[in-house]
């Protein structure tokens, strides 16, 4: 089983090949916390996430191996386990470099100038709960405890610093980053990921994932932007429609996944006939249709339970990287005329600036302080 160092050029976990199962979480700073609070939460944060990685407790004593009068500074659910391609993948949202309180950690002059809340898009119904927050920890591994267990822990540690603001549990990934990995389907029954980015396409990503050297601000370089938007799907309505119909909403078809315009699943679709509805999902979001715009998708499944006239709380939590945001932002407007808007409600949203991947000896973000 698979164990991704945490240290490295650029953070695991967004070309990593995409793991089974996701637990997100966004946290915000506790009040009258300073600089040395943010400094020496990032560094214990990644002493954790180096250990947990590679399938070890948070600490040397760990989850038995300390004092029996103390509670254990592992919380003990993943012993046993491997590391089962856990990754960590650390942010900073836009209110860690200013909020109502001021600039505390003295860092509002290196806040990116596109790092700022998404604009109100067409159709957001944004809960709060489910919204932004100042720091963002994505844990992603093949077995749901092991990323439980990471943010569990990395909360625990946060204690008194940080505090979660909101969390999200996703499974049966929703995207693929490596041509090895078999096209996954969403809760609407489609493959999805046909068209991502893929981990050995060192062009693609550096055009539109990584954060060039050339760009601002220059602590960015070799990060990337994280968008998150849980996206509620109204399954039900959607299992009223009937397939050709399903077919026309995406623009491919349900079985194969090929473009309406035929061929197979990776065949390009061809829009200059009617075959792909002028309103179809994967002409608006192709990048043929936006300037050429490309974004690396890594979102996940969720299922929160049901309401209560007994319909499935379920959706899709998005998760996209791009060099810039407004990659999302263009991709998100084109997107308001979607056939698909009609059985989807954006419930949640949240950006953050992911900083490159740590140097092994030093901490996540150090470039920032
Ligand atoms: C493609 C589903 C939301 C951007 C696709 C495909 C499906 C799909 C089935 C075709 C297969 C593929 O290439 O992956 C969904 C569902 C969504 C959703 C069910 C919401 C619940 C979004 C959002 C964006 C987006 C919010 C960006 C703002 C894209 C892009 C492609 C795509 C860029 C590839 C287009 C191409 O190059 O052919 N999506 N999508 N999708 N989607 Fe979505």
Redesign the pocket.
Known sequence: LAAYDFFGGHQAGITTPVQDHLHFASFDMMPRTDRDDLVSLLQDWTYAASRMTQGLDVSATGAVGGSAEEPPDDTGEAQGLPASGLTITIGFGPGLFENEDGDRYGIAASRPAALVRLPAFLGDDLDPQASHGDLCIQACADDPQVAVHAIRNLSRIAFGRARLRWSQLGFGK??RTTAAQA?PR???G???????ILADDTAALDAHVWVADSDEPAWMAGGSYLVA?K?A?LIETWDRVRLSEQDTI???DKGE?APLSGGTELTE?DFSGSAIDANA??RL???DQNDGI??L?RGYNYVDGNNDLGRLDA??F?L?YQRDPAQ?IT??RR?STDL?NEY?RHVGSGIWAIPRGATAGSYIGAELF
Request: charged share 15%; proline share 5%.
């Open positions: 929703t995207s096209t969403n809760l609407f489609f493959k999805d990921g046909t068209a991502n938007r996206i799907m995406i623009g491919r996944g679709p999902h994967v979001a192709h990048p490309r974004i998708r959706g899709l998005f996209s999302f991709l998100q997107l698909m989807l």
